[in-house]
């Protein structure tokens, strides 16, 4: 299995339904998927799961993360609190693209409640499948997410 087929899951309960569809696409894909979410009595809280996944891919021990909860706000300021992670709230194939080509984006976060212009599964199919772009202005610009001097 190499390395870039790893993705570490999250989710709280208001997404888990959609999360679970997700580690689906993922695993028919051949992705090694490890799913983090733990759901008690119908509740899990979202940083708890976000910290969790932000970490595994602060690390590196992950490339790739995947968070969701209702609205994706939630998982987003959590997985952008770590160095070197670029958590994108992602709603289109067009934002995926872009946070992938632009970014360089390695958590993807979705909404599981709110109204999305997109499927789920459209999203990171697109975000999972885009490249970096590499070139040099995106890249300084990345660069300059974690210091601004940088070159
Ligand atoms: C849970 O009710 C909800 O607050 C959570 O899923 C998320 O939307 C937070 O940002």
């Not at 733990?38 to 595994?56: E, L, N, S, T």
Request: charged letters at 30%; glycine letters at 8%.
């Amino acid at each position: 299995m190499p390395d870039d087929m790893r993705i570490a899951v999250g989710s709280d309960h208001a997404a888990e339904a959609a999360k679970d569809e997700m580690v689906e696409y993922l695993k028919s894909r051949g992705y090694d998927v490890v799913d983090v979410t733990v759901v008690v009595d119908g509740r899990a809280d979202y940083p708890i799961a976000g910290h969790k996944v932000a970490r595994m891919v602060h690390s590196g021990e992950f490339p790739r993360g995947l968070l969701m909860c209702g609205t994706g706000l939630g998982m987003s300021y959590v997985a952008n609190r770590y160095k070197g992670v670029r958590g994108a709230l992602c709603l289109d194939r067009d934002y995926a693209r872009l946070a992938r080509e632009h970014n360089d984006s390695n958590i993807l976060i979705m909404p599981g409640r709110a109204t999305i212009y997109a499927p789920h599964r459209e999203i990171l199919e697109t975000w999972l499948d885009t490249p970096f772009s590499g070139v040099d202005r995106h890249a300084r610009r990345v660069r300059q997410i974690e210091d601004p001097e940088a070159e």
